[in-house]
Each structure stands twice: as structure tokens, then as C-alpha cells.
């Protein structure tokens, strides 16, 4: 019912910065929260941080808080993720999704039923 497209994954040195773009269609406004997941070899995958649409409130991950930023554009419908002070343990397959039943924002994957395909993210040392 919803799709998700995430862009703007691809190689970076440590230090540098990447903005990775999530653009919604279909019943987009169904979903109260979006959020970022990302997912390296071998892991689970792990929750980044997350928005509340209506709102535009944020919530982020101690291990990206205060390098990642959350921010959505709601006549474009989309969400974008501002990563700075890049570190090579960033490195993985980012993920778009949308939960459609909770006003909160939550962490598990299993809270969000919508997903994008993911884009790659490898930051080197």
C-alpha cells in the first residue's frame, strides 16, 4: 500500500558526509512514523532513528545521535537522513520504512510493515 524508494547511498572517506533520501508514494499519510534502519554483513538489522510525520519530531540511535539528522519535506514526500563525521562502522544497507499503527516512534523492524529496497552505504578509513 505504501512504497518506499531510498537514493543516495555510495562510497565515502571517514569524515565525510552523505544524504540518503527516502521518497514515499501511495498511502503515504497512513503512516505516522517513518524511520531508518541500516543493516551491515553478518548483523541484524539495527535502528538508525526515526520521525514522527505530523509532528516532525525525531529520535535517533546513541550511536548516530548527533552526527545523523531526520528531516522530512512534506510536499515532496520525503524523508531525509543527513549523516556527518562519517566512521567506517557506518557501513551497511540503509533502509526507508513506514509504521502505519503507532504514534510513537519504536525501534524494532518488526513495528514496520512498509519497506524501501535499501541503498548502500561504505564509508572507508
Known amino acids: 500500500q505504501v512504497q518506499l524508494v531510498e537514493s543516495g547511498g555510495g562510497l565515502v572517506q571517514a569524515g565525510g558526509s552523505l544524504r540518503l533520501s527516502c521518497a514515499a508514494s501511495?498511502?503515504?499519510?497512513?503512516?505516522?512514523?517513518m524511520g531508518w534502519f541500516r543493516q551491515a554483513p553478518g548483523k541484524e538489522r539495527e535502528f538508525v532513528g526515526g520521525?514522527?510525520?505530523?509532528?516532525?519530531?525525531?529520535y535517533y540511535a546513541d550511536s548516530v545521535k548527533g552526527r545523523f539528522t531526520i528531516s522530512r519535506e512534506n510536499a515532496k514526500n520525503t524523508m531525509y537522513l543527513q549523516m556527518n563525521s562519517l566512521k567506517p562502522e557506518d557501513t551497511a544497507v540503509y533502509y526507508c520504512?513506514?509504521?502505519?499503527?503507532?504514534?510513537?516512534?519504536?525501534?524494532?523492524?518488526?513495528?514496520?510493515?512498509?519497506w524501501g529496497q535499501g541503498t548502500q552505504v561504505i564509508v572507508s578509513s
Open positions: 501511495g498511502r503515504t499519510f497512513t503512516s505516522y512514523v
Open positions: 520521525i514522527r510525520w505530523s509532528s516532525g519530531s525525531t
Open positions: 520504512a513506514a509504521d502505519s499503527r503507532r504514534f510513537v516512534i519504536t525501534s524494532s523492524p518488526r513495528n514496520y510493515p512498509y
